[in-house]
């Protein structure tokens, strides 16, 4: 690991003034500080948020949003009573994914600046072209079969990894920030940024911004009783989706009065369609229209490489996502959140 | 750039000056303060043989830079047992033969404390292979580590009743 810099300011506004290029934020380090072990990325600088208090709290606002600061772990939100009450899908992400340790250790903004899972990234001996502009993309012509089927451009075929974020897209989470030029607010959808010509910028960040929490809208709680997460994976537990979708249905008289959905694991940022939403709206819930829903969702998916399996994989997944949203938001956390294998009424669990 | 920390591990206080930012806390407990019981597996957070807790939580001691962890508290398995008695956790997995090698055994004994602690998994196994999931064992000791975890579940429960009554 290339040396650093390590300084550990008391207030947001001495994070802000000490920021430099080539500076990181530190959070729970879960994902900086191990690609700082593989050599992928070498910050001079790191800025460790950990004495800032002032973002590790979660509170309802006056217009009943729920404002949750950046340095908030996965765990304490996942298990937070008005999360689980009123945004379950929220939880269910969040337990779907990682382990134990490191829920207790990552913190949400760090889930929403975590960086693709793909190894070409990953190695600082591969081409990459958002690692290192203009060096190329050895997953074009590599391992790629977990990589994007949407959004994707020849410069970058990567995927964001991200479970949490999912259900925050489908939901309208809103992202504030604070920099050098002072507070503003980005809406999850314009967050991550599609790679283009330019993957090297992931997100909407401008340099020396920092992310001081999130915020749910009250309206989003509509939600509540209809809402799931259904994650696909190679193995059960502590492992990154192959294609996931947060699903959540406003139900109204045994129609959807309105419906949302996001996928994951596909694109370089949670993927959804408004037509998609729309074909639900007024329905009574039902597979042939989740399946149709579920296809409008994925038009225009193409493989970028061995990877056309995907987008089967993700139509199937929304429609399925759907189905269980339609069934109900379950009394109490799945013993396998998210799971293809969680018990269905009356099946016996499956591992 | 050097860093004066205080470190309580296993109830001890200790002043550590770090000359390195780069030392994380899985290399400063074995290689500066003599606890060679958390082991170093993967050393990427995959495996959990590093786990300990930090005040109260498990997590991965290769992920964390000791020089942020100042005025934490941390155990180790070399801190969980009390005046020679082995912690109930301890006690379940030598008698459900939870182990072969035993390389990742400290890790799995300080994440079940820690997953004991945190009242997900209750004694369900389905809950405890999932609460678990972070700490592999390459010889699959799963199945003793799943009943040693439940059997402990039980008897800290009883215990605390006991305690209580």
Known sequence: ?351 | MPHSITLTVNGRAHEVHLDDPRVTLLDLLRERLALAGTKKGCDRGQCGACTVLVNGRRANSCLMLAATLDGCEITTIEGLSEGGDLHPVQTAFIENDAFQCGYCTPGQIMSAVGLIAEGRAGDDPERIREGMSGNLCRCAAYHGITLAVQEATRRMAKDEMEDAA
């Open chain 1, 1 to 351: 690991m290339k040396s650093f810099d390590l300084i550990r300011p008391a207030t947001v506004q001495e994070a802000i003034a000490a920021w430099e290029p080539g500076a990181s934020w530190l959070g729970g380090g879960t994902n900086l500080v191990d690609l700082m072990k593989t050599g992928a990325l070498e910050p001079g600088k790191l800025i460790d948020l950990g004495r800032l208090a002032v973002l590790r709290d979660v509170e309802t606002l006056p217009d009943g949003s729920m404002r949750i600061g950046a340095l908030v772990s996965n765990a304490d939100l996942a298990d937070n009573p008005e999360i689980l009450r009123r945004y379950p899908m929220v939880s269910e992400a969040l337990l779907s994914g990682a382990s134990g340790q490191l829920r207790n250790m990552a913190t949400v903004a760090g889930n929403l600046m975590q960086r693709t899972r793909c190894a070409y990234f990953q190695d600082p001996y591969a081409a990459c072209n958002r690692r290192a502009p203009g060096t190329g993309c050895d997953a074009r012509e590599g391992e790629n079969a977990n990589l994007a089927v949407l959004g994707w451009s020849d410069a970058c075929i990567a995927t964001n990894p991200s479970d949490f974020c999912v259900p925050l897209s489908a939901l309208d989470a809103v992202v504030e920030v604070a920099g050098p030029s002072g507070e503003r607010e980005i809406a999850i959808g314009d967050f991550h940024l599609l790679p283009g010509d330019t993957p090297e910028r992931e997100t909407a960040l401008q340099p020396g911004e920092l992310i001081v929490a999130l915020r749910l809208p009250a309206a989003s709680s509509g939600f509540a009783a209809n809402a799931r997460y259904l994650k696909v994976r190679e193995r059960t537990s502590f492992a990154f989706a192959i294609a996931s979708c947060a699903a959540a249905l406003r139900m109204e008289g045994g129609r959807i009065a309105e419906a949302r959905f996001a996928l994951g694991a596909l694109a370089a940022k949670p993927w959804r369609v408004s037509e998609a939403e729309a074909l639900l709206a007024g329905q009574a819930p039902d597979a042939a229209l989740f399946e149709r829903a579920a296809n409008a969702a994925l038009a225009g998916a193409t493989a970028s490489g061995d990877n056309a399996w995907k987008i089967e994989l993700g139509r199937r997944t929304a429609a399925r996502a759907l189905a269980m949203a339609a069934a109900g938001t379950p009394q109490r956390m799945p013993a396998l959140p998210a799971s293809v294998f969680a018990a269905q009424a009356g099946e016996p669990a499956h591992v």
